[in-house]
C-alpha cells in the first residue's frame, strides 16, 4: 500500500543534540501528523498540523506543515533518554470527518539517544 | 477515562485458520479504525467502522472483515491467514459528532496491539 517517505530509518544521537526528520509524499495531503510509537504500544499522538505553512510547538517538539502540501518535518531540541522510540508521520487525505480514521504512515524513523 | 484495550495481546495461529481480534474504544469514542503494521513498518489501514457500518477500506482483501457492536466496541476478522498476515494489529478510536466532525479533530487514540503470529 501507498505509505509516505520518511528520513532518515535511524538515527544515533547523543543526549542533549537537536533532531531533525522529515517527511515527503508524492500526493497531497490535507493534514499532517506526527506520532511515536514505544515498543509494545500503540502510537501517541505528538503534534498535528492542519494547515499549509503552519509551525507548531509542542514543548521541545517543533513541526512544520510544507508549503505544497506534499511535506512535513519534526524537529526535537535538546533531546533527552526518553525520546527514543519510532517516530512516524501521517497524512490524511480527506477533509470531511468521517475520513479522519484514514491515515497514511510512513515508514518511520528510529531514535536512538545515547546519554 | 479508559483508553483503547485490545485482546489477545499475542496469539499464534497456522495458516489457513480464522482469527477474531477485539477492540474496546476509548470512553466517548463512536469511531473505531483497524491497521496493520507489520515489522519495521508504517501501520497501514485496514478499515474504519462508524455507525456499525464500514466507512472506509484500505487495499486489504475481503478476507478481512470486522464488525461494530452498540457499545462501539469492534472486532477484526481474518479468514484463511497467510504467513504475510503476521503483523501487529492495532485499533485506533476517535469521536464523530452527529453533524459528521471530528471532536478533537484528528486525535485518534490507538491501543497497544494484537501481535499476531502466523506459522
Known amino acids: 500500500g501507498q505509505q509516505l517517505n520518511q528520513s532518515p530509518q535511524s538515527m544515533f544521537i547523543q543526549e542533549g543534540e537537536d533532531v531533525s526528520m522529515n517527511c515527503t509524499s508524492s500526493s497531497i495531503f490535507n493534514t499532517w501528523l506526527w506520532y511515536k510509537q514505544d515498543p509494545g504500544e500503540g502510537p501517541v499522538l505528538l503534534i498535528a498540523?492542519?494547515?499549509?505553512?503552519e509551525l507548531t510547538s509542542n514543548g521541545r517538539l517543533t513541526a512544520q506543515f510544507g508549503i505544497t502540501r506534499k511535506d512535513s518535518f519534526l524537529n526535537i531540541s535538546a533531546s533527552i533518554p526518553s525520546d527514543v522510540g519510532i517516530y512516524f508521520c501521517a497524512g490524511q487525505l480527506g477533509a470531511g470527518g468521517t475520513s479522519y480514521g484514514k491515515l497514511t504512515f510512513g515508514q518511520g524513523t528510529i531514535l536512538t539517544v545515547h546519554p | 477515562e479508559t483508553g483503547v484495550t485490545q485482546s489477545p495481546t499475542h496469539l499464534i495461529k497456522t495458516r489457513g485458520q480464522q482469527v477474531t481480534l477485539r477492540c474496546s474504544s476509548q470512553s466517548g469514542h463512536n469511531t473505531v479504525s483497524w491497521y496493520q503494521q507489520a515489522l519495521g513498518q508504517g501501520p497501514q489501514f485496514i478499515f474504519q467502522y462508524y455507525r456499525e457500518e464500514e466507512n472506509g477500506r484500505g487495499n486489504f482483501p475481503p478476507r478481512f472483515s470486522g464488525l461494530q457492536f452498540p457499545n462501539y466496541s469492534s472486532e477484526l476478522n481474518v479468514n484463511a491467514l497467510e504467513l504475510d498476515d503476521s503483523a501487529l494489529y492495532l485499533c485506533?478510536?476517535?469521536?464523530?459528532?452527529?453533524?459528521?466532525?471530528?471532536?478533537?479533530?484528528?486525535?485518534?487514540?490507538f491501543g497497544a496491539g494484537s501481535r499476531l503470529t502466523v506459522l
Open positions: 498540523l492542519y494547515k499549509a505553512g
Open positions: 485506533a478510536s476517535s469521536h464523530i459528532t452527529g453533524t459528521g466532525t471530528l471532536s478533537g479533530a484528528n486525535v485518534l487514540t
